[in-house]
């Protein structure tokens, strides 16, 4: 059925790397953007990173840009955040999701897949 599966989180230590991933499977990979968003403990999501698939466009949140890559193996339907020189304040669960639209903001996201936790100890 329709759904996504986030999966690669764990435990790394500062300045470490980590690969999480995210598969599309039900649906048509291509006709969507797939954003990545964090939510710390008492906080709202936010914002990390999308990837546009239809054109490849990518954005990157301030705080991650430089650090955190996202890229898609289109045939997979599988994204891929690449995230590099990690920082405590990177912990968080991670969560994908899919929208019509490309936009970093989560209510532009209607199809959300469980999150993945990234613990990064300091």
């Known amino acids: 059925e329709v759904q996504l599966q986030a999966s690669g989180g764990g435990l790394v230590q500062a300045g470490g790397s980590l690969r999480l991933s995210c598969v599309a499977s039900?649906?048509?990979?291509?006709?969507?953007?797939i954003g990545w968003f964090r939510q710390a403990p008492g906080k709202e999501r936010e914002g990390v990173s999308f990837?546009?698939?239809?054109?490849?466009?990518?954005f990157y949140e301030d705080s991650v840009k430089g650090r955190f890559t996202i890229s898609s193996d289109n045939a997979k339907q599988t994204v891929y955040p690449q995230m590099n020189s990690l920082k405590p304040e990177d912990t968080a669960v991670y969560f994908c999701?899919?929208?019509?639209?490309?936009?970093?903001?989560?209510?532009?996201?209607?199809?959300w897949g469980q999150g993945t936790q990234v613990t990064v100890s300091s």
């Open positions: 999701a899919t929208g019509t639209i490309a936009t970093i903001d989560p209510w532009g996201y209607d199809l």
């Open positions: 039900g649906f048509n990979f291509d006709d969507y953007s």
């Open positions: 990837i546009s698939i239809s054109d490849g466009s990518t």
